[in-house]
Nanobody, 115 residues
């Protein structure tokens, strides 16, 4: 059974940093796309960043230059380094791994940016 476990969320002041981690188990994910999505209260879940098996990355415009996605296939783990955090980054952040025909979600981790 595939499981994705996120960690690293929390409360941070504006301008601060957090690093999210997502460890996948129950399969081999080297060929999967790995990504981070977020959902703020009352809003839909949106893509934040994705990274392919070839390390091609994609970011939503609002986080470019501030967030960095990376992956360690030996550990089946994807990371999201978040710098210069803003209050509008507050959301539940979800990890996702997917390829054509199947995908999996983590349970989410709360990120709150507030003074």
């Amino acid at each position: 059974q595939v499981q994705l476990v996120e960690s690293g969320g929390g409360l941070v002041q504006p301008g601060g940093s957090l690093r999210l981690s997502c460890a996948a188990s129950g399969g081999i994910f080297n060929s999967f796309v790995m990504g981070w999505y977020r959902q703020a209260p009352g809003k839909q879940r949106d893509m934040v960043a994705t990274i392919s098996s070839l390390r091609n990355t994609n970011y939503v415009d609002s986080v470019k230059g501030r967030f960095t996605i990376s992956r360690d296939d030996a550990k089946n783990t994807v990371y999201l380094q978040m710098n210069s955090l803003k209050p509008e980054d507050t959301a539940v952040y979800y990890c996702r791994v997917f390829q054509i025909g199947r995908g999996y979600w983590g349970q989410g981790t709360q990120v709150t940016v507030s003074s």
